[in-house]
């Protein structure tokens, strides 16, 4: 049965925007890849760590004196052995998750549970190559990435920060904690910092550390070591951002929850995207802007932003106005 049928004017309907096409293939598809490759990488990774489950600064290890910053194990206590996690010095008792866990109905002593690495039991071999090889997965995935969004437009148009990005920041934090979400053609101020931040410092560190730490890398590079103030400086900064990538990817999918998983997640895998009402549609698609915002030729995409509350309506106020 029609709305019109049950008696519930077409007005009421909640008004829908224009259906875009807003993420080219290439973006979608380096997507999914980046999902993949750092789910392998964060639990192979945690297999890797719990070979020596310790962090430190500079160039030692804690072999003539204790300067971890970040410490797990298992120690014997007069209530039998216990697992902790000292970090900067205050130990807390972590018996059950980290330093002493059980898998299987077995006790096992190591800093991450078995379910949290892969293999879930120690392989530090096996972890090590499922490791590297996803590693370069990912930087494959972002070189093609970084090269199809900079000839369709998406680099320039929705990650790097300009002026008003800055201006509307703000105002942007402000909408999202209160939950309104604008769902325009270009990302949103807070997206861009988020997105840019990601590509542009925590990818960069994540392999460069990871360069920093392999021998050969630093027999052919010597000045990575340096750069990052020694190797266990780059170890404790490779650990740090991929606790920065794990919550970005919990507020990621929070925030794609929240505002609206059908249209987000049609969005990465269809590549359209439903819009707010007022959204400009005759704009060009992302994946024909070739060459735009290499120049001062560019159009400037609105956003809903930067018309009033109820733009759709005001739209239709003035129709009818120019109708009389």
Not at 252 to 274: C, D, F, K, Q, W
Request: hydrophobic share 45%; charged share 20%.
């Amino acid at each position: 049965m029609t709305d019109q049928a049950l008696g519930k004017p077409e007005a009421d309907r909640p008004a829908k925007g224009p259906l875009i096409y807003r993420q080219a293939v290439l973006t979608r598809i380096t997507h999914w890849v980046w999902a993949i490759a750092l789910f392998f990488m964060l639990l192979s990774g945690l297999q890797i760590w719990n070979a020596h489950p310790a962090l430190y600064v500079g160039q030692q290890s804690g072999f003539e004196f204790d300067n971890a910053i970040l410490r797990i194990g298992a120690e014997n206590t007069p209530e039998g052995p216990r697992g902790f996690t000292t970090v900067f010095g205050q130990k807390f008792d972590t018996t059950g998750v980290l330093g002493m866990s059980e898998l299987r109905g077995t006790t096992n002593f190591v800093g991450f549970p078995g379910w949290a690495t892969i293999p879930s039991f120690r392989d530090l071999a096996t972890g090590r190559v499922v490791h590297f090889f996803f590693a370069w997965i990912l930087v494959g995935a972002l070189g093609i990435w970084a090269i199809s969004s900079l000839l369709n437009g998406h680099l320039w148009r929705d990650v790097i920060l300009k002026p008003r990005d800055f201006r509307e920041l703000p105002r942007d934090i402000w909408d999202h904690a209160r939950l309104k979400f604008h769902h325009g053609r270009s990302y949103s101020p807070l997206q861009k910092f988020a997105y840019f931040g990601v590509f542009f410092v925590l990818f960069p560190l994540i392999i460069l550390t990871g360069l920093a730490m392999s021998p050969t890398m630093d027999a052919g590079w010597p000045w990575l070591i340096d750069l990052f103030g020694g190797r266990q400086t780059a170890r404790t900064i490779h650990f740090l951002v991929m606790v920065l990538l794990v919550l970005f990817f919990v507020i990621h999918i929070a925030m794609v929850l929240l505002a609206g998983p059908i249209n987000e997640l049609r969005s990465m895998i269809t590549g359209y995207y439903r819009t707010s009402p007022g959204t400009d549609a005759s704009l060009p698609l992302e994946g024909r802007e070739r060459g735009r915002g290499r120049s001062g030729g560019r159009r400037e995409i609105p956003t809903p932003d930067s018309s009033p509350q109820g733009g759709g309506e005001q739209a239709g106020a003035n129709r009818q106005e120019k109708s009389k």
